[in-house]
């Protein structure tokens, strides 16, 4: 490897690192700029042009903390049936042999491909109308209840572990929830983040279905309400850039420190395994 | 826990087949044809009954839909729906605009699908070799994966505004109008976006998928003379196929989703409809219309041509493994 290929590798790299954070950076700028400063000047702090009204002026529009809650409480469900019954599946999946498992498997890999486009009118239909669940949490919860690349990565993990060590605790005579909790489960602890880390992001992130189930603002998550922010209320404020960038700060920054803070688990190798089955 | 009692567990790792020597009571025999650890299903009931619900039948739904006359009801109401045939398809396919969204969705593939390939695994590929600064690389190549299009969304339409950052640094050279409200570059900058913005997960793939192209060939492709260009494209491009393959999959399924971009950032669509997605007119039809049966029409023949993309980008780049 010469020293020129070196170089430009560290150079693309560098360009590349730049590329995806200069937005991130500017995110924050923007947010904090009295009157919105385009030029490329305003790419960098100016103590005189430098404020945190914009952080109110949004909260006043919507209500930050309210569409923080409602995005914790769509994240976590999703989070607690993911990890309940995912972890289940992913078990039983790849420890125990019964049958219809190779069916199960394969069904959790055909929904990876099945466009929710499709499922959205009926979806729509049969949970808004039918079930009368629009503007409810259970209802923005319910489609994503179970995160099946969870159900693949947990079965992934499992599948690694030694058969031999859950057939003699099971002579032993050990039940086989207690076999799940006391056995496989602390061995596959770093599955555990990767999945709460891929789930989190998922509900946090989302848009089209919470914006289709919830009209009531008051139960709306801070992605959705933001959006209503951005199309419509956003034009008759006074610095509607400054406002929506404060906002986008606000729903970025949790994810991103969730993510930051467990980035080394969510490693290639990992996802990559989940992800190809 | 009763379940796993009642069943004796087969001594050792014999095969689950042979019946146990000694004479099985019947219920026993019974279990067994489920398998050796019936719990298993029971472990797996709530997935299954969650796919059921939440996939299988709406699946079915919605091609129901897509054939009848269908229209928003109260909850409960009992009325006619009855069989259209093809009715639902005409209607949609009778809509310029729905053919125009088709059209869109078919620049944003172009564009987006092979720039995801090519970026993501020239990307991966120098992250596999770096050895300085990797978590750091590695970090802000995942953030724009990891955050909500919402909150980026905001940033794109403050850079690429009118008297945007984009267009400063650009002076003269920035088309007029600006990018997003241009009906020849609305669509182009929703698919750079959307590169952009979901490129870290396919590093992210390709990274995995590097670990398991073997050293040796490397090393035997530079005995042979090959340098760094030679032994990319001859080690590296066949090794990491399948990734490939799995990356145009993915990348096809989520660009044909697309709707939170076009709704944000170009308004709705805009500029008339430059740059609606088949989603987006779905969502306007059927629940802002109320023709939910067209809309699943066009649900439908979107499917059905992703699902055609699909076979044919597996068959000309999964090869025959």
Redesign the interface.
Known sequence: MSKFQARLRAGVLALGALAFLFPFYYMVIGSLQASPDPTVSGAFPNPANLTIQNYIAINERISLLTGLVNSGIFTAGVLIGTLTFALLAGYSLAQLQWRGRGTVFALALLVQVVPFQLLMIPLYVLIARDYGLGDTHLGMILPFAINSTAVIIFRQYFLQLPKELFEAARIDGAGELALLWRIALPLVRPAFITVVLLTFIGPWNEFLWPFLITKDAALQPLAVSLANYITTVAASASNPFGATLAGAVVLAAPVVTLFILTQRYFISTDIGSGVKG | ?SV??AVP?PT??AP?SPPPASAPRRGTKKLQ?????????V??A???A??ML??A???A??IW?AFHDFF??A?GVQVERPFVGLENFITAFSDPAVIRSFGNIGIFLLINVPLTVVLSL??AT??N??TRAR??????????Y??????????????F?G???VN??LGPLAPDPSWLINSTWAMPTIAFFVT?KQ??FYI??Y???L?GVPKELYESASTDGAG?VRSFFSVTVPGVR??TV?VL?VST?TG??L??EP??LT??GGPNGASAS??FL??QL??QQGQ?DV??AI??V??VL?LGI?LLQNRFAGGRD
């Open positions: 826990m796993t009692n567990t050792g790792s689950p044809r489920l398998g050796r650890n019936p719990i298993g299903i472990f797996s709530p997935y299954l969650f796919v939440v996939f039948y709406p699946l739904y919605s839909i928003f009801t909850p020239l990307l120098a992250l070799k770096v978590t750091f690389l590695r970090v802000s190549y995942y953030v724009p990891v955050t909500a299009s919402v909150a980026v969304v905001a940033v794109w339409i403050f850079l505004n008297n945007g950052l400063q640094v952009w490129l870290g992210l793939l990274l995995a998928a670990q760094a399948p990734a799995l999959l399924v044909a989703n709707f939170t709704y944000l308004n709705g088949p989603v779905m969502y059927g629940l939910p809309a699943s649900g439908v979107l499917v992703v699909a």
